[in-house]
């Protein structure tokens, strides 16, 4: 079984930056798909974005395409979510996910793993 542990999330101006951290715990990512779902005030979870750990492929949501990079540390068993030109509308609480299965790109209904999320609030 692992354990998801968010990291990263606070306060920004629109245009600036933050970096979220999920680290793992109870065993290595190996084969799983990792990745992110946010969720903003009276809005349903939505899918950031996604990387196969084994394959490093990565998948996005246009919504954040060209301003939102996932990457993986091997070494640190962690993932991270480099978020650039934030703006007011990515304010959300950030859930890390994961699954052997994958996690879609949808809602992840059928998600085995998830942290407890961080919040990422974008000031205009």
């Known amino acids: 079984q692992v354990q998801l542990a968010e990291s990263g999330g606070g306060l920004a101006q629109a245009g600036g930056s933050l970096r979220l951290s999920c680290a793992a715990s109870?065993?290595?990512?190996?084969?799983?798909?990792v990745g992110w779902f946010r969720q903003a005030p009276g809005k349903e979870r939505e899918f950031v974005a996604s990387i196969a750990w084994s394959a490093g492929s990565a998948y996005y949501a246009d919504s954040v395409k060209g301003r939102f990079t996932i990457s993986r540390d091997n070494a640190k068993n962690t993932v991270y979510l480099q978020m650039n030109s934030l703006k007011p509308e990515d304010t959300a609480v950030y859930y890390c996910?994961?699954?052997?299965?994958?996690?879609?790109?949808?809602?992840?209904?059928?998600?085995?793993?998830w942290g407890k999320g961080t919040l990422v609030t974008v000031s205009s």
């Open positions: 996910a994961a699954d052997l299965r994958g996690i879609g790109t949808t809602r992840g209904a059928n998600v085995d793993h």
């Open positions: 109870g065993r290595t990512f190996g084969s799983y798909v």
